[in-house]
Structure formats: C-alpha cells, structure tokens
C-alpha cells in the first residue's frame, strides 16, 4: 500500500491531518467537512436572500394596491394592472416588467425629454452666422440635432450611473 500525507490549504488554514490513498483514486480527509460547512452556509445565505425577497416582492405589492388611480397615472400603471399584479403569489415574479424596471424607463425618457427641450432652446436661441459656423445649414436640421444631442447626454448618463 502506498500512503502518502500532504498539507493541503483549505481557504487560510493548513490541515496537517489530511491525507490521501494513492491506491483507489484520491480520498481527502479533514477537508470534506470543511467543504461541506461551506456549501451549508452558500445554501443557507441563498434560502435567506429568497425570503428577503419574498418578503420584500409580498411588501411592494401591498404598496402597490394602495395607490390612488392619480398616482398609478403618474407612474404609467393602470388599475388592471395593478390587480394583475396584486393576484400573483408572493413567490411569483411579475410576468411583465418590474415596478422598478418601469420607474427606470420613466425617469429615462424624461431625461431625455428634458435634454431634448435644453438642447433645442439653446440651438434656437443661436443666430444664423452662429448656426453656419458650428455647420448647421438649415434651422430644420435643429430637432434632429437636438434629439441625438439628448440621446448622446442620456448615454453619457447612464455610463456615469453605472453601479
């Protein structure tokens, strides 16, 4: 029989007890406990994640269905929508987009409504000569310039907010 030892470095620690037959393929004691108790806490702190969510998907939808019909308008949600969502069990996702999702969309397109209106104005308040020396030929050129000024801000935004 040929029986060797090893230390093998489990994470920071050293196991002097470990040790493996070369005989019937490699057996590793002294670590499969370790590996065990790691694979424990991975499925715990995952079983822990799912019910914060639970809680937190169950908490948002209660929310949700106390909004008044003005509010839901404000967001873009109507009261079917609503009840849609309010149905679904808490451990279901939604089957569209979330509610954060669409606040997301929400506040983009305002943005870039809002570059837009900032872009235009600052075009139009340019005179002819000034217009010609940045290149602009036609004052008919100036929506489109100022909608792809817009998107290029929003691109530019979102690279910054990156997380």
Avoid: C
Wanted: charged share 25%.
């Amino acid at each position: 029989m040929d029986y060797r030892h090893a230390n093998v470095l489990v994470g920071s620690k050293s196991l002097a007890q470990t040790s493996f037959s070369v005989r019937s393929g490699y057996w590793l004691r002294g670590v499969g406990w370790q590996l065990g108790l790691a694979a424990g806490r991975l499925v715990r702190h995952r079983y822990i994640r799912q019910l914060q969510d639970w809680q937190a998907r169950a908490t948002q939808r209660r929310a949700l269905a106390e909004l008044s019909t003005a509010q839901l308008a404000d967001v873009g949600l109507s009261r079917t929508d609503v009840l849609t969502e309010t149905r679904l069990p808490f451990w279901r996702r939604t089957a569209g987009p979330t509610l954060s999702e669409r606040f997301n969309r929400l506040a983009a397109r305002r943005r870039l409504a809002t570059a837009y209106r900032r872009n235009y104005s600052e075009l139009q308040s340019l005179d002819d000569r000034m217009l010609s020396d940045v290149g602009v030929l036609n004052r008919s050129d100036l929506q489109s310039l100022a909608r792809h000024a817009a998107i290029g801000d929003e691109l530019r935004w979102r690279r910054s907010h990156r997380g």
